[in-house]
């Protein structure tokens, strides 16, 4: 098993050129090899690798040094399971990843790769399959349902910051206390590191007061309530309705990913939303959509979800406006 796709290779194979290497010197490449990827990177690949690894157990093919014929016929596999073409690259690029650490040819760079890849892509498809956008109008009917309990409080405040920086959910979870600056006009929040920012050089967003979501109210309503003045900014709540914490953690628990997913999910179907339309990627768009939606610039948008690549922004604000000016408006 890996905790980088290196460790699954055989280790005569993955050591050979590094035969003379003190072990505590191998062990501190090995960290910042993984460092090198984001975290959720790292446990993506992981994954695909032992799926990979378990297919070739059955099927009877070697997995390190894999031949190309072997990873053709897996993702091809892969496809015919109902994996997602992005899905199918992600394990390609696994495969890819765990052979280049380990110093073997890598078989994903093979023509038979490549055609199998690309009859995937023609015959599935790439078309990103899209989740509702929860926008300001949606976002403040959710808020009004959810229940002033501790956990509610944490919710909401949760939503609303999400929605109004428009943050990714490891942004979220990942936010501390510290992170906070108050201002006139709402809050700086601070965020370390994100996806289009793996080197951790930061960028600031600005959350203003608002009177429509209030998000800098419902953030600090929540962390009144639970005492917080220091640490991770969301953290889980137990049933008792007390803030979790661990004995043996020297640092109070934090949300995590699938948590944030989970959250809003449930506050949009108590609202009387289908949850399968929605997911943590939607307070993201949502804020995008709604922004477009108002007229806001382009430039100013990206300044709050930190998209680096305008064509992403510009898609979600032809769909916001696919109906405003249309050309056959005047005659149809």
């Not at 936010?175 to 700086?188: C, I």
Request: charged share 25%; aromatic share 6%; proline share 5%.
């Amino acid at each position: 098993m890996m905790t980088e796709p290196a460790d699954a290779i055989p280790v005569e194979a993955s050591t050979r050129s590094r035969e003379n290497l003190p072990a505590e010197f191998l062990q501190q490449v090995r960290a910042y090899q993984r460092a090198s990827k984001a975290d959720a990177t790292v446990r993506a690949y992981s994954s695909d690798w032992r799926e990979f690894q378990g297919w070739c157990g059955r099927t009877g093919f070697p997995s390190a040094p894999a031949s190309p014929e072997a990873v053709a016929a897996f993702l091809v596999a892969e496809a015919e399971a109902g994996r997602s073409t992005s899905a199918v690259g992600r394990r390609c690029a696994a495969i890819r990843y765990a052979h280049k650490l380990a110093k073997q040819p890598d078989p994903t760079d093979d023509e038979e790769v490549r055609a199998a890849m690309k009859g995937i892509r023609r015959r599935i498809g790439v078309a990103p399959k899209r989740k509702a956008a929860a926008t300001a109008e949606i976002l403040a009917a959710v808020l009004m349902r959810i229940p002033d309990t501790l956990a509610g409080k944490r919710d909401r405040a949760l939503l609303a910051l999400g929605f109004a920086g428009a943050f990714r959910r490891s942004e979220l979870v990942a936010l501390n206390v510290t992170d906070l600056s108050e201002h006139a006009d709402g809050l700086r929040v601070r965020v370390r590191r994100s996806k289009t920012d793996q080197e951790g050089q930061g960028v600031e967003k600005a959350i203003p007061h608002g009177r429509l979501i209030r998000p800098v109210a419902l953030l600090r309503e929540w962390l009144d309530a639970a005492g917080i003045t220091e640490g991770p900014l969301f953290r889980p709540v137990s049933r008792s309705g007390n803030v979790r914490a661990v004995a043996n953690l020297a640092k109070p628990p934090r949300l995590t990913t699938q948590a944030v997913s989970d959250i809003i999910k449930r506050h949009l179907e108590a609202a009387g939303l289908d949850p399968a339309l929605f997911g943590a990627h939607s307070l993201r768009a949502g804020f995008i959509t709604t922004g477009a939606e108002r007229g806001a610039d382009l430039a100013r948008i990206m300044d709050v979800s930190g998209h680096r690549d305008p064509r992403t922004v510009v898609g979600y604000i032809r769909r916001a406006n696919a109906f405003k000016d249309h050309a056959g408006g005047g005659f149809l």
